[in-house]
């Protein structure tokens, strides 16, 4: 009998609003460094998390990562630099939460035409922390076993406190190998209930990490969730292809309802006893963290004989169990306790640790206010590099630009805005009307307004600008484009990057 193969989804699309404000909207926590400076990102280490597999599963060097169409580049980038070639990268029109997702992946990866080709597929949201890989890979193999016969089966993490923040699974017998029946699925419990279910044992933390065969998948959805399956194959049977980019149709997706793996196919299947879809558990310890709030951040990060964790510059006197982040300036934590604090270039939080979880909140109020401070950081990111705002008044703005080695602007043009560059690092290919040359280091050169240009970086070390911008408006809605190495051609596009 032929092993199924193993293919990685990863769901990308998460938002992270209670790591505000170092997880934004355009650059929410999957993309960040979250363990520190010399780590890689959270969707890096999902990526590279089942290198450790044994030889007996193989597993797809082309995972499937569905993601967000804005932070397409985003994520592209991030694969690439950990070495992952040719993923496949679905990326959804709107959010639709998890099953669309995962549909979706299951229809770029199996077709009825070739029913033999049928993989398992292990789900992993971008945004969690495996500290024990080893042990992971161990479980998922477990699993992959088990999904290869038809079941589908999730990870309950062994729970070692009364958590009131996660939903349970209620594990059965041991079917063979560690691999248990599912009895019964809970909702997040209050303080009494948990402490119940940690004294009686056989209670899990549900995970939100799947495995189950392609095949069983669509199957499931067609018994439980027809509508939104009609709707993927629609979007998918019309998608269409650009890079490693796969584009389902966004008219078909847009109209599909939104609900998660657990409401429309897992907790269904306990009860469902003529579907014929076994639904299975592996209990899991291995460090896992969904690292859903800032007190989930300092558990998991090293701390010192006083309990305190930091990342970045940081100084902690006379301080316990806090959590001290520092994204560019000098934190200094006195006699705290407790207490989360986190400094990034435009915005600075201050939380009692109890209250980590009330950070959505503010999320909200922000988004109320329309301030772009929920949506995005000063230093934005770009598929070509990225830009920091450093300063800004009336009728003018200060950039600090970073082009990639071969990579450039669009070409384009402002109605409200001159800019003068002035060469910090590397060498400018400045694009000026009819006029191209190069810059050096020191050199400058000045864009009237509706001046059609374009930079761009023609050497092997990053090109590093400051842009000055003076005019009656600067927003980043002003750009026209005429040619785009990134296939962003609208105005509205320009804005989103």
Known sequence: MKHPELIPVILCGGSGTRLWPLSRESYPKQFLALQGS?????????????KGMSSAVTVSTRPV?????????????????????????????????????LTLAALSCWSPDAPEDDPVLIVMP?????????????????AWESAGRGAMVTFGVVADKPETGYGYIQQGEDNSNGVHRIRSFAEKPDAATAQRYLKEGGYLWNSGLFVVKASVWLDAMQRFRPDILLACRESMSNSTADLDFIRPEPTAFTACASDS??????????????????????????????????????????????????LGETLSMESRNSLLV???????GVGLEDMVVVETADAVLVAAKTHTQDVKRVVSVLKKRSQGL?????????PWGWYDSIDSGERFQVKRIVVNPGASLSLQMHHHRAEHWIVVKGTAEVTNGDDVKLLSENESTFIPIGHVHRLANPG??????????????????????FEDT????????????
């Open 38 to 50: 010399g780590h890689s990102t959270m969707l890096q280490q999902t990526a590279l998390r089942l």
């Open 326 to 332: 520092s994204n560019g300036r000098l934190v200094v």
């Open 65 to 101: 990562v569905v993601c967000n169409v804005e932070h397409r580049f985003l994520t592209a980038q991030q694969l690439a630099e950990a070495g992952i070639e040719r993923p496949r990268i679905v990326l959804e029109p709107a959010g639709r939460n998890t099953a669309p997702a």
């Open 261 to 310: 793996i657990d409401y429309a196919v897992m907790e269904r299947l306990p009860a469902d006893l003529m579907c014929g879809i076994a639904a299975n558990v592996v209990p899991l310890q291995a460090g896992w963290s969904d690292v859903g709030a800032w007190d989930a951040l300092w558990q998991v990060l090293d701390r010192d004989a006083q309990g305190n964790a930091t």
């Open 460 to 481: 092997k070390v990053p090109l590093e600008i400051i842009e000055v911008q003076s005019g009656s408006y600067l927003g980043e809605d002003d750009i026209v484009r």
């Open 374 to 382: 929920a949506e995005s950081h000063r230093k934005v990111h770009r």
């Open 126 to 142: 971008a945004d969690h922390v495996i500290e024990n890989e080893a042990a992971f890979c161990r479980a998922v193999e477990k």
């Open 486 to 497: 990134y296939g962003r051609s609208s105005i509205a596009d320009a804005a989103k990057g």
